[in-house]
C-alpha cells in the first residue's frame, strides 16, 4: 500500500510539472503571435522542432540505459558512477556535436531549409544542446531518486524563468525573434545552474569505461524509436520550409498550439494509464473488460473535445492569436486528431506490452514515421500546409492500426465498433459543417454562434443516444466517486 501510495504521489507531482509546461507554452502563444511576424512565428517552431530531433538522436538512449543500471546498483557511490558515466560521456559528445554544428551552421541551414540565412537562428537554437543534455540527466536523477515533488518545482520555476526571459527582450526590449532565442538560451542557463544545484551531489568526478559501453549497448536500440517519433510529429516542417513559405510552418504551429489543449489532457491520461493498466495486469478477464470500457470512454470524452476545438477553433485562433492566422483553424482538427489517435495506441496496444514485447512499440513509429515522410513527399507539393496536417494524421492513424492488430493478438479488447464509426462519421459531418458556415459568414455575428453551439448540441445527443448506457454509466461513476470524496466514506 505505501508503494501505491507513492506512485499516486509521483504522478501528481509529474503531472503537475507536465502540466505547468503546457500551460506556460500557451500562456506565450498569443504574445509571439501578437509580436512576431507568421514568418518569424514559423521560424522559432522549425528551429525547436529541428532541436527537439537534434537532441533525441543525441542522447543515444543512454537515458534508459542509465535507468537501467542505476537500478542494479547496490549503494549509493554505485548508483553515482552510473550517472556520472552518463552525464560526462554526455556532456563531451554534446559540446563536440554543438561546435560542429555552429560551425557547419550555413551549410546544413542551405542543405536542410534551402535557406542559409537561417543559420544565426539555428546557432542560437542549437547552442541549447549542451544546458538541454543536462537537464535531461538532472530530471531522471531527481526521478530516479523519488524526488518528484523537486521535479516538479525544478521544471515549472525553471519555465517560468525562461518564458519571464523571452517576454522581456520581446516586448520591453523589442529584439523580435532574436529576442526568443536569447530568452530561450538564457533562461536554460539559468536552469542549469538550479539544476546543478539540486543535484550536484548525484554526480561524481569520475567515469566508468566498461559501465559507459553496457549503457550505450542497452539504450542505442531505443533511438530508432525516438527518433522516429520526433520524425513522426516534427518532419513535415522540413518539408514545408523547402517547399512553402516559413508563414505556413506559422500557421501549422498556430493549429497544433489549440491542438496541444486536446494534448494534454491525453498526457494527463497516459500518464495515470500505464501504472492503473499494469496493476490490473495478472486478472487477465478483469484487465480485458477494462481495457475495453476505457477505450469506449476515451473515444467518447476525446470525440466532444475535438469537435468543441475543431467546430469553434476559428473563434479560439481570434481569442489566441490575431486574425491572419485565421487559416490555422481550418487544421485544428487535424491537431487534434493526430494525438489522440497516438494515445489510443497505449490502449489497444496494451495485449503485446503485457507480454514484454515492447519492440513493436520502435516498429510501429517506425512505420508511421516512413509513412508520415512519405505523404509529406506527395501532399506538400500540391496541399501546402494542410497536406502537411493531413501527412502527420495518417502516420499517427498507420501507428493505431499496427498496435490494434498486433495488441489484439495477444489481448482481444471489445468494444462497440459500430457506435465508434458512427460517432466518426458524425464528427466528420460537423466539422465540415462549422467550416462551410465559417466561409459563409467572413465577419464573425450571433447566427454564426448559434449555428455553431446548434452543431455542438446535436453532436452531445447522437452521441449520447449511441452510446446511452456508457454516458449513464461513466455519469453514476464519477457521482459516485464525488459523494464517496466528500464524505469521505471508504472504498
Sequence with gaps: MQKIKQLAKDTIFYGVGSAAQKVIGLFMFPIYTRLLSKGEFGIQDLMSSALAIISSVLILGMDSGASRYYYDSEDGQAKKLVLSTWLWTQLALTTLATALLIIFAPALCGLLFKDASLSIYFRLAVANLPFIQFLAVAYLALRLGFKSKTYSIVIVSGML????????????????ILGVFYGQLIGNVVKFVIAVAVTRHAYAFALSKNLFKRILAFGVPFVPASVSLWLLNYSNRLFLVRSNSMEDIGILSAAMRVGSIVAFAITAFRT???????????????????????????S?????AMVLLSVFAREIILILATSSYRSASSLVIYTCLSPTLWGATYIVGMGFQLEKKTYHVTVMTLIGAVANIGLNFLLIPSMGVEGAAIATLVGNFVTLLYSYFIGRRHMKLVFNARSLLFVS?????????GRIADAAFFDWSMILLSLKVG??????????????????????????EIFRRIIRVPR
Design 272 to 298: 495515470a494509464w500505464g501504472p492503473f493498466a499494469f496493476s490490473i495486469a495478472n486478472d487477465r478477464d478483469l484487465s480485458r473488460n477494462t481495457y475495453s470500457k476505457v477505450l469506449t470512454y476515451y
Design 425 to 433: 462519421i458524425l464528427m466528420g459531418m460537423v466539422v465540415v459543417a
Design 455 to 480: 452543431l455542438l448540441m446535436l453532436f452531445c445527443a447522437f452521441s449520447f443516444f449511441l452510446n446511452r448506457k456508457e454516458w449513464i454509466g461513466l455519469g453514476s461513476n464519477l457521482k459516485r
Design 300 to 304: 467518447m470524452l476525446i470525440s466532444l
Design 161 to 176: 524563468i525562461q518564458a519571464l526571459f523571452c517576454i522581456l527582450f520581446v516586448t520591453a526590449f523589442r529584439w523580435g
